[in-house]
């Protein structure tokens, strides 16, 4: 499980470790500064020991705060004895440890899925930045990956060396380091790792490209890792213009966070799609496949009118409305024999419809208290030809008819509860109290008040 070379640490394998440990601290010179905290993304394995004992080398003097998370996928038999293992190297270092078990759901990519889990586990350590171990041989595997995916070009733009991802401050300092180079370090000093076992599984195409393809590769091309980085980074350019071209499109398609159909159909085909990757970019999901974009963007532009467009492109739902895509995550609310009885209490949290109803006390305003209770008061959902009279110059109506005179999106639609007196529909979010339930002037009455939570 642990390896450990035989040989010990020589002065010439001194100078070697010293000069691999200036080379990160020149890679972090831009970015870190004394009393910043820094964590390190600890595995276990060789290239995260090495990053470990280089930061544990350089911490005291640059006065970093340096600390270590360990996520725990409990993929592996042996995934307790790594972090086990992880525990002892940094008790032994003097570095804080926190361990993170996660559960990875299996699908078609348990390598997806696992990395989607450790990063929300990096994102939760209140630190100045994460550094991980990654080296200028997997930015090559990536970038082979990826393009063998046919990936667009910000996917060819591999991993960049620092990443900001929310509040989390992503940094690589090893990235132009080879592994062989990583695998010297540690030789000469004696470092302990583990192996996962899963790296040596070729039906994961990254590890069969490692060695299977590469290793066919390096006799012809010598410095195809440093090709190939080149080429990320040529690609890792032409995304940041293709970024400041969609801010260009942006100023004339962008309302009030959704994107105008108008100002699209003005765009040529390329620059359309490049506005829609850059608009679906800062969620937190998987982007979109070509195929996606593609419907997407031919439902938004082609479709009639009236037509009510609605394209999955994974966490989210696109929906074209009012002439705007707006881009919508997806809602898993309660059956539609959703009911809730209300008791009089002043706030009722809702946690199934992700919100809160205030029941303020008043004086003719609002609703009729006495009039509310003549009969058990319930919240359910809309269930179709719900009637409303809001207005006392118009006749009763359909709740449909009122949600598209008030322009209500169809996607919030089904998820505005309906207060009802009995078999009497009194109020509906957004459209107002039937004319049958106002009070009279000083008549003891309710005003509600309908609160989505912040995160919905």
Known sequence: MANRPANKPTAGAARVADEFVRGVERALQPWIKAGDRVCVGLSGGVDSMVLLDALAALAPHRQWRLSAIHVNHQLSPNAAAWAAFC????????????????????????EAAARYVRYAAYRSCRVDYVMLAHNQDDQVETFMLRLLRGAGVKGLAAMPQTRTDGDMHLVRPLLEVTRREIEGYAKHRGLEWVDDESNTDIQYLRNFLRSEILPRIEPRVRGYRATLTRAAMHMAEAAELLDELALIDARDCLRDGALAVDGLQRLSNGRARNLLRWFLADKDFAMPDQRTLDEALRQALRAKQDA????????????????????????????????????????????????????????????????????PVTLRLRQGGERLRPDAARPRRH??????????????????????????????????????????????????????????
């Open 87 to 110: 525990r002892r190297q940094c008790r032994a270092r003097g570095v804080p440890l926190r361990v993170v078990k996660v559960d990875v759901k299996r699908g078609n990519s348990t």
């Open 308 to 375: 009510r467009v609605k394209v999955d492109v994974g966490g989210y739902l696109l929906h074209r409305f009012d002439g705007a895509l707006h881009l919508i995550p997806k809602w898993r609310g309660p059956d539609a024999d959703f009911s809730l009885s209300w008791q009089g209490e002043r706030s009722l949290r809702i946690p199934a419809l992700a919100a809160t109803l205030k029941m303020v006390r008043g004086r003719g305003v609002g609703i009729d208290l006495e009039r509310l209770s003549a009969a």
């Open 399 to 456: 709740v449909k008819d009122l949600f598209q005179e008030q322009r209500v999106p169809p996607w919030a639609r089904d998820r505005v509860p309906f207060l009802w007196s009995g078999p009497h529909l009194v109020w509906v979010p957004g459209l107002g109290i039937d004319q049958r339930f106002h009070p009279a002037t000083g008549a003891r009455s309710i005003v509600p008040h309908w609160q989505w939570d912040s995160a919905r």
